[in-house]
């Protein structure tokens, strides 16, 4: 019966599969996206250690947006109505 399972998760997902060939392309362009490993010098960094860095440096990205959100939204309460009010205009181009 397991066969017959695996028969027909092959037919469902059909042209959905991706390639061994596909994967090791896309792994290696979010390695050239990541500085922390970009940077070395051996190119051989196996697939895991490219998505456990491509986490990393998303969730670094997402503390960092978030602390300068808090920072312009500290300058804007510091800021007289007249500049925080370019300064929303600003942003919202």
Known sequence: MSSRRSRSRQQQSGSSRITDDQIN?????????????????????????????????IRSLHREADDLSERLSELLATTDSAQAAIIRNLLMQ
């Open 25 to 57: 392309d896309l792994v290696s362009k979010l390695q050239q996206l990541l500085p922390e490993i970009r940077n070395r010098s051996s190119d051989k960094v196996s697939a895991a250690k490219v998505l456990q860095e491509t986490c990393n440096y």
